[in-house]
């Protein structure tokens, strides 16, 4: 069959082929360069996290995807102006025991956090699947998450100190407002 072709066209035709892979090549390399900037935008910290714990952009990437379409499947809501003020009220309330008792304040202020999460349609789970979770819509905080809740669960025997204590509720409080905050419209869209 190969015979009626002359070898000009052969030439020409496997020219045209290669032409073809390299553009597929380069429209896939684009694409990923792509994406991938999007998720490290969109996760910053946790995307080099991700990458650190999964060993590669690629496993990370795809554990990033997942974990969006994790959060899409939640029905994750707003407070309303009443549980919100509730909220508020229990933060300042943990927050003024801090004086006395910054041990339990603390662990307080992980358990009010985790209240919350659980208010604004979080699932229950182990701490890792509900950072994952979170940094889905709330990306900024999740260094802060972390580490109160390093602080905050930190075995009796190493104690932390005044000064770690004291970081970990600003950095609570920091995970606090994002969270008992409404959605801004860019939130909203990113977590539709």
Do not use: C
């Not at 390399?29 to 991700?50: C, I, M, P, V």
């Not at 990437?61 to 309303?80: F, H, P, T, W, Y």
């Not at 999740?142 to 075995?155: C, E, H, Q, S, Y």
């Amino acid at each position: 069959m190969l015979d009626h072709f002359t070898s000009t066209q052969l030439i020409v035709a496997a020219a045209i082929f290669i032409v073809v892979v390299l553009l597929a090549v380069a429209i896939y390399l684009r694409r990923r360069k792509t994406r991938t900037l999007a998720l490290r935008n969109r996760f910053g910290s946790e995307y080099e996290r991700a990458i650190l714990e999964h060993g590669s952009s690629r496993k990370a990437e795809a554990k990033l995807a997942d974990r969006e379409s994790r959060v899409e499947a939640l029905k994750i809501r707003e407070l309303g102006a009443t549980e919100r003020e509730r909220f508020v009220a229990e933060w300042q309330m943990v927050q003024s025991r801090f004086v006395d008792h910054p041990n339990a304040a603390v662990t307080e202020a992980d358990d009010l956090i985790v209240a919350l999460l659980e208010a604004r349609g979080y699932p229950k789970g182990d701490f890792e699947q509900r950072a994952a979770d979170v940094s889905v819509t709330y990306p900024r905080v999740m260094a802060n998450f972390r580490l109160a809740n390093a602080i905050a669960v930190r075995p009796g025997q190493t104690e932390a100190s005044t000064e770690e204590l004291r970081t970990a509720m600003i950095k609570y409080r920091a995970i606090f407002d994002e969270l008992v905050a409404p959605l801004s419209l860019q939130e909203k869209k990113s977590a539709a």
